[in-house]
């Protein structure tokens, strides 16, 4: 069992719906992410919190809302999406932020997000 | 930017077989991790290396950190149906994002 926890595992939504993924984490880690996977690639980093402020946006379009309400918790809401945003969508934790050695992510099992 | 390259993409091979596959860079990390991915699942952490020339094992799984910390191997021995998914190199250097190579997905045949 994952020790990163993803809500919804699937969903489905409309391109006019407004939708949120939830993540939570009790690991103590203070620093969270957003990656997005589509089918036979690896995973794509998209948004980096770091203690509960957004760090890196990797140029993702504003229909994609991160939040992070504390340092347990990271959302990613979702408005006006199109077809093409259809993946699955990881949330990771590490301890801390940083490129370093023993800063290892821990990956939840993701939301598998169609869009129709 | 770092890059990470993986070989082979793809490997297809028979119960009780080994294999290595690899991850390379033209840039060097101060760490490289290695996952399996599993259909529906996220990631999952197997192992992480730091120093150059490291040789890290864990049980079947034999992982190896090059001397100019620019690559690293997964070699399996008496590979099993269990061991199918998808290997993910990734790594990072202080000042950089956390990068994933684009992965090999071993089918391992009873």
């Known amino acids: 069992d994952t020790e990163v926890t993803q809500t919804p595992k699937h969903l489905v939504m409309g391109m006019t719906n407004k939708k949120s993924l939830k993540c939570e984490q009790h690991m103590g880690h203070r620093a969270m992410y957003w990656y997005k996977q589509k089918a036979k690639k690896p995973p794509e980093l998209m948004f980096v919190?770091?203690?509960?402020?957004?760090?890196i946006n990797e140029s993702v379009p504003s229909r994609f809302s991160p939040e992070c309400p504390n340092s347990s918790l990271l959302n990613l809401h979702l408005h006006a999406l199109q077809p093409e945003d259809s993946a699955l969508y990881l949330c990771?934790?590490?301890?801390?932020?940083?490129?370093?050695?023993?800063?290892?992510?821990?990956f939840g099992d993701g939301t598998r997000l169609s869009i129709l | 930017t770092q890059l990470l390259e993986q070989s082979p993409q793809f490997l297809s091979i028979q119960e009780g077989e080994n294999l290595t596959v690899y991850c390379n860079s033209s840039?060097?990390?101060?760490?490289l991790q290695w996952y399996r991915q599993e259909p529906g699942e996220g990631p999952v952490l197997l192992v992480t290396v730091v120093t150059g020339g490291e040789v890290k094992k864990l049980k079947r799984l034999t992982f190896q950190f090059g001397d100019a910390r620019k690559d690293s191997s997964l070699h399996i021995t008496a590979a099993q149906p269990g061991d199918t998914g998808l290997y993910l190199c990734a790594g990072g250097s202080p000042g950089q994002n956390f990068v994933f190579g684009p992965g090999t997905r071993l089918s391992v045949l009873p």
């Open positions: 840039s060097v990390f101060s760490s």
């Open positions: 919190y770091s203690y509960e402020k957004l760090s």
């Open positions: 990771a934790s590490s301890l801390y932020r940083g490129s370093d050695a023993n800063q290892p992510q821990h």
